[in-house]
Structures are given as structure tokens and as C-alpha cells.
T-cell receptor, first 114, second 112 residues
Framework: NAGVTQTPKFQVLKTGQSMTLQCAQD?????MSWYRQDPGMGLRLIHY???????DQGEVPNGYNVSRSTTEDFPLRLLSAAPSQTSVYFC?????????????FGPGTRLTVT | QQQVKQSPQSLIVQKGGISIINCAYE??????FPWYQQFPGKGPALLIA?????SEKKEGRFTISFNKSAKQFSLHIMDSQPGDSATYFC???????????FGAGTRLTVKP
């Protein structure tokens, strides 16, 4: 049981390049999310999904696309990278049990856009 | 503009002391308030959470206090240990969805 895996761990992009951050979970969780973490800003929700085929925008969705074709995978696409997208990106999978929202985060991808 | 305001930004506590981190929110539709702990180089991990129908929840050395009328909640870490040194985030969400809003984080250092 690997939990939530993210690839790559580190990535450097040039402005204007596109790329996909991969996220996979093997816990059969319905919910998955993408966050970015910036110093002094906490974590900000980019996009989330409540099940295969269903996605929605979070707090800071501009410049990012997602899709969820399977329960396991939730890739995040940067369409045209900008320096403002330099950040640490975390994927999370989660479920509700009783009254608790159990959210499991991946190890993160550190992205630098030059 | 952050929907959840967290303070202080950093906190230094002696071993055995009490660490207190505070959060405030504006959106009265929020109905779930978790706290996360994050160690350097790792993703956050759920520590403890509370619903607004209770004023306090305790799990081991960690306690959440919740004040619905003031729209504030806080994390108390009793008998703080050097191993508790980490960044702590409060968060809030509404309904049974995963649209969660986080505070800016508090870096806690517990000195031996």
C-alpha cells in the first residue's frame, strides 16, 4: 500500500513550457485534491475531484487543468508555466469516515519556473 | 485574502510547556475545522479536527478549543516536546466536500 505518490519530486521549467504533475493513490478514495504551498500562504486549493469524471475549481485554479478518468489518478497540467507558479505542489486523497475527513497528502513536487 | 487567519507565524516554547496556536474565520458556513502537522520535506498530516457543535476536543496532548460566537478556534499542545517541532496549519471547510481553506501556518520550535 503506497498511499499517495507524486512524480516528479523536483522539476525546473522555462516560462511558457507545459508539463503534467502526476498523482496516484491506491486507497480507493473518492476525493482527491491539488494544493500549492507558498511561504506565508499556507496551502491553497487548486482543483479537486469528488470522484472519477468529476472535477471542480478550488481557490487558485487559473493556469492549471485537471482530469480524473480513474479513481486512482489525478494529474495536474500546467498549460503555460509562469514564474508565479514556482511552488511546492501537494496532491491529497481523502474520504469521510463518521464525522472525520481523513486526508492523506503525497510527498510533494517542488517546481521552479525560470 | 485568506479565509482563515492564523497566528502567531512562529512560536518558541520550552520543553514541557504549553503551545497555543490561534485561528479565526469569517465564513459562518464553515462546519469542519481540522489541524494539520507538517515536518520539513513532508506533506501535512491530519492531527485533530472539530465540528462546531462541540466546544472542545482532546486527543492525547492535543486539544482543540472552539468558540463559535467569536468564530475562533485554537490548538493547545500540552507538555510540548522537541518532537512536536513542526509547522501547524489550521483549516476550515463547509459541507461534506473537500473544498478546504488553510491558514498560513505556524512554525513551532520546542527547545529542550
Amino acid at each position: 500500500n503506497a498511499g499517495v505518490t507524486q512524480t516528479p519530486k523536483f522539476q525546473v521549467l522555462k516560462t511558457g513550457q507545459s508539463m503534467t504533475l502526476q498523482c496516484a493513490q491506491d486507497m480507493n478514495h473518492e476525493y482527491m485534491s491539488w494544493y500549492r504551498q507558498d511561504p506565508g500562504m499556507g496551502l491553497r486549493l487548486i482543483h479537486y475531484s469528488v470522484g472519477a469524471g468529476i472535477t471542480d475549481q478550488g481557490e487558485v485554479p487559473n493556469g492549471y487543468n485537471v482530469s480524473r478518468s480513474t479513481t486512482e489518478d489525478f494529474p495536474l497540467r500546467l498549460l503555460s508555466a509562469a514564474p508565479s507558479q514556482t511552488s511546492v505542489y501537494f496532491c491529497a486523497s481523502s474520504y469521510w469516515v463518521a464525522d472525520s475527513y481523513e486526508q492523506y497528502f503525497g510527498p510533494g513536487t517542488r517546481l521552479t519556473v525560470t | 485574502q485568506q479565509q482563515v487567519k492564523q497566528s502567531p507565524q512562529s512560536l518558541i516554547v520550552q520543553k514541557g510547556g504549553i503551545s497555543i496556536i490561534n485561528c479565526a474565520y469569517e465564513n459562518t458556513a464553515f462546519d469542519y475545522f481540522p489541524w494539520y502537522q507538517q515536518f520539513p520535506g513532508k506533506g501535512p498530516a491530519l492531527l485533530i479536527a472539530i465540528r462546531p457543535d462541540v466546544s472542545e476536543k482532546k486527543e492525547g496532548r492535543f486539544t482543540i478549543s472552539f468558540n463559535k460566537s467569536a468564530k475562533q478556534f485554537s490548538l493547545h499542545i500540552m507538555d510540548s516536546q522537541p518532537g512536536d517541532s513542526a509547522t501547524y496549519f489550521c483549516a476550515a471547510s463547509r459541507g461534506n466536500n473537500n473544498d478546504m481553506r488553510f491558514g498560513a501556518g505556524t512554525r513551532l520550535t520546542v527547545k529542550p
